[in-house]
């Protein structure tokens, strides 16, 4: 003899909606754990601050450095004024929408910055930034 149960018999179902909620989740987790092993290829400056700076790194983004003793590096690289001109020379034919960054030490002279900028101005490259550090918040 069978006995029913008063409650209804319901069919077992998986819901989604949880499924998508940690889908997305782990998406996230993933692309913020990503931006954190950008690898930066730059040499170690003293920059300036300003009020303004916000954190911005983009790996197609060419960066020049000028140390305090009117040095230019490119990755890492010493390179004189002609070697500089020929590399931007050729990445621009390579790239014609070449975004440039150059950064320099906060004890840089103007005029330095400056002969590096006219170099990258005199290749044709128009997309020039320089990288400055955002300020130090007080605790």
Same mark, same amino acid.
């Given at each position: 003899?069978?006995?029913?149960?008063? $409650?209804?018999?319901?069919?077992?179902?998986? &819901?989604?909606?949880?499924?998508? /909620?940690?889908?997305?989740?782990?998406?996230?987790?993933?692309?913020?754990?990503?931006?954190?092993?950008?690898?930066?290829?730059?040499? #170690?400056?003293?920059?300036?601050?300003?009020?303004?700076a916000t954190r911005d790194f983009k790996p197609d983004i060419f960066n020049?450095?000028? /140390? #305090?003793?009117?040095?230019? %590096?490119? &990755?890492?690289?010493?390179?004189?004024?002609? &070697?500089?001109?020929?590399?931007?020379?050729?990445? $621009?034919?390579?790239?014609?929408?070449?975004?440039? %960054?150059?950064?320099? /030490?906060?004890?840089?002279?103007?005029?330095?910055?400056?002969?590096?900028?006219?170099?990258?101005?005199? &290749?044709?490259?128009?997309?020039?930034?320089?990288?400055?550090?955002?300020?130090?918040? #007080?605790p």
């Amino acid at each position: 003899m069978k006995i029913g149960s008063p $409650f209804p018999a319901k069919k077992a179902r998986i &819901e989604i909606i949880p499924l998508i /909620d940690i889908m997305f989740f782990l998406l996230a987790a993933f692309m913020m754990a990503s931006l954190t092993m950008i690898k930066m290829q730059s040499i #170690k400056m003293n920059l300036p601050t300003a009020t303004m700076a916000t954190r911005d790194f983009k790996p197609d983004i060419f960066n020049i450095a000028v /140390d #305090k003793a009117g040095d230019v %590096y490119v &990755e890492k690289k010493l390179v004189t004024t002609v &070697e500089l001109q020929s590399i931007l020379s050729n990445k $621009f034919r390579l790239n014609t929408n070449l975004p440039v %960054y150059i950064s320099g /030490d906060k004890d840089a002279t103007h005029g330095t910055v400056i002969r590096v900028l006219d170099i990258v101005r005199r &290749e044709g490259i128009q997309k020039v930034s320089f990288a400055i550090s955002a300020p130090k918040s #007080k605790p």
